[in-house]
């Protein structure tokens, strides 16, 4: 664990992001790609989604999450890959590399975009500026890739600003500048301030930052309950949340609320299995391991129940994590046939991968499990979401 030392004053918080990381790493490696409209995940058949476009491919219009199909539509010379994800992932633990070699306070938030709390070592290496511009610097000059930087006392306001002018932006927001930043915004980019939550605030006239500021503390919590007390803190820019290391990450999860409740057990295994192999793909993407494995599932009537299990050893891989799923819906939940209308999983207790390794090899079902997961890694890159490990059982389907 690390010890914070003692800070006081302001915070000097950065906000690292690659711009069009996957498409850029294709460029990178294949400099023929330069210029090029890039489509990363998709195939030129149209199958699969988006995962990453250059930004000449973004001047068409294609962005990440977009079916390849509508890509092509839009896009129809663009050069379309299936993605690499073992060689992103190399060249994320490259960047992070040069993140510790500034502060051990490193959270990433994905493979591309983490937070740096350089505050313990600006006597070290100057002000959060100076070391955002020399860890910008270095991205370029030893990896060859762009990164986009934002500069603040808090999470919020240097997420803001690295997203301020992408790609290659350089954004100190100052805190004597938030506010009249932070004003002009659109509500939705205050962090948990959702679709529905945007629909319902434009009901009351609130488009704007400025315009739910406006509206009195009390009256804002009538109408949008006790959240809005955080969100009327975010909108002046204020926010203590801590960086977290990436080995004291909390939790890597993922639910699903449904449209009409499910009470069918087969059916909610299925889409729980869909659910354990996306978070064991996440554990596995950003180098963890997880200990604990969490279920939590919410009734029609809005009560919500949690169960967990934590293994004898931790791990990333897609069965272990779903069986350990399975086993919380069907025998620890107590739902005697009631309809679900949510459900999710959650890998907690995390760790970094490399040091379960030892034991990992000598157990060869293991291993194969391993192959298995990061052959099924490559597959999901090039087709997205239309396949999963979980769905389908190699032990066939229970009753
Ligand atoms: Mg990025």
Same mark, same amino acid.
């Given at each position: 664990?690390?010890?914070?030392?003692?800070?006081?004053?302001?915070?000097?918080?950065?906000?690292?992001?690659?711009?069009?990381?996957?498409?850029?790493?294709?460029?990178? #490696? !294949?400099?023929?790609?330069?210029?090029?409209?890039?489509?990363?995940? %998709?195939?030129?058949? /149209?199958? $699969?989604? =988006? @995962?990453?476009?250059?930004?000449?491919?973004?001047?068409?219009?294609?962005?990440?999450?977009?079916?390849?199909?509508?890509?092509?539509?839009?896009?129809?010379?663009?050069?379309?890959?299936?993605?690499?994800?073992?060689?992103?992932?190399?060249?994320?633990?490259?960047?992070?590399?040069?993140?510790?070699?500034?502060?051990?306070?490193?959270?990433?938030?994905?493979?591309?975009?983490?937070?740096?709390?350089?505050?313990?070592?600006?006597?070290?290496?100057?002000?959060?500026?100076?070391?955002?511009?020399?860890?910008?610097?270095?991205?370029?000059?030893?990896?060859?890739?762009?990164?986009?930087?934002?500069?603040?006392?808090?999470?919020?306001?240097?997420?803001?600003?690295?997203?301020?002018?992408?790609?290659?932006?350089?954004?100190?927001?100052? #805190? !004597?500048?938030?506010?009249?930043?932070?004003?002009?915004?659109?509500? %939705?980019?205050?962090? /948990?301030? $959702?679709? =529905? @939550?945007?629909?319902?605030?434009?009901?009351?006239?609130?488009?704007?930052?400025?315009?739910?500021?406006?509206?009195?503390?009390?009256?804002?919590?009538?109408?949008?309950?006790?959240?809005?007390?955080?969100?009327?803190?975010?909108?002046?820019?204020?926010?203590?949340?801590?960086?977290?290391?990436?080995?004291?990450?909390?939790?890597?999860?993922?639910?699903?609320?449904?449209?009409?409740?499910?009470?069918?057990?087969?059916?909610?295994?299925?889409?729980?299995?869909?659910?354990?192999?996306?978070?064991?793909?996440?554990?596995?993407?950003?180098?963890?391991?997880?200990?604990?494995?969490?279920?939590?599932?919410?009734?029609?009537?809005?009560?919500?129940?949690?169960?967990?299990?934590?293994?004898?050893?931790?791990?990333?891989?897609?069965?272990?994590?779903?069986?350990?799923?399975?086993?919380?819906?069907?025998?620890?939940? %107590?739902?005697?046939?009631?309809?679900?209308?949510?459900?999710?999983?959650?890998?907690?207790?995390?760790?970094?991968?490399?040091?379960?390794?030892?034991?990992?090899?000598?157990?060869?079902?293991?291993?194969?499990?391993?192959?298995?997961?990061?052959?099924?890694?490559?597959?999901?890159?090039?087709?997205?979401?239309?396949?999963?490990?979980?769905?389908?059982?190699?032990?066939?389907?229970?009753?």
């Amino acid at each position: 664990m690390n010890s914070t030392p003692e800070i006081t004053g302001p915070r000097s918080i950065l906000h690292v992001d690659m711009d069009a990381f996957y498409a850029s790493v294709e460029v990178l #490696d !294949d400099p023929s790609l330069k210029g090029k409209p890039v489509i990363v995940g %998709g195939t030129p058949e /149209g199958r $699969g989604v =988006v @995962s990453a476009a250059s930004y000449e491919a973004r001047a068409f219009g294609v962005h990440s999450a977009m079916s390849a199909a509508r890509a092509i539509k839009l896009c129809p010379d663009g050069v379309f890959l299936r993605g690499r994800m073992d060689r992103y992932v190399e060249i994320s633990r490259q960047i992070g590399a040069i993140f510790r070699d500034f502060t051990p306070l490193v959270e990433p938030l994905s493979i591309d975009e983490a937070f740096l709390d350089v505050t313990g070592c600006r006597r070290l290496f100057g002000s959060g500026e100076k070391i955002g511009h020399l860890i910008q610097d270095r991205i370029a000059d030893e990896l060859h890739l762009v990164a986009s930087v934002g500069v603040a006392s808090n999470k919020f306001l240097a997420k803001l600003g690295s997203d301020l002018e992408k790609p290659a932006g350089f954004v100190v927001i100052a #805190d !004597d500048r938030a506010r009249e930043i932070l004003a002009a915004l659109p509500i %939705g980019r205050l962090w /948990g301030v $959702g679709k =529905v @939550s945007q629909q319902e605030m434009g009901r009351f006239g609130i488009r704007t930052v400025k315009d739910f500021l406006a509206v009195p503390e009390k009256l804002a919590v009538q109408q949008f309950g006790d959240h809005a007390r955080h969100l009327r803190q975010l909108a002046v820019g204020y926010d203590t949340r801590p960086v977290i290391p990436s080995h004291e990450a909390k939790s890597i999860g993922n639910e699903i609320t449904f449209g009409e409740d499910i009470s069918e057990a087969l059916h909610l295994q299925e889409v729980l299995d869909h659910l354990a192999d996306k978070v064991a793909r996440r554990v596995r993407n950003q180098g963890f391991v997880a200990k604990t494995i969490t279920l939590k599932a919410r009734y029609s009537d809005f009560s919500t129940f949690t169960r967990s299990e934590s293994l004898p050893v931790p791990t990333d891989g897609s069965v272990e994590i779903r069986d350990v799923a399975r086993q919380l819906l069907n025998h620890k939940l %107590g739902r005697r046939g009631r309809a679900l209308r949510l459900i999710g999983v959650t890998a907690s207790n995390l760790g970094p991968a490399q040091e379960t390794q030892g034991e990992l090899f000598a157990d060869p079902h293991k291993i194969k499990n391993r192959q298995l997961d990061q052959l099924m890694d490559k597959v999901h890159d090039r087709y997205g979401d239309m396949i999963s490990r979980g769905v389908k059982s190699p032990h066939g389907r229970r009753k």
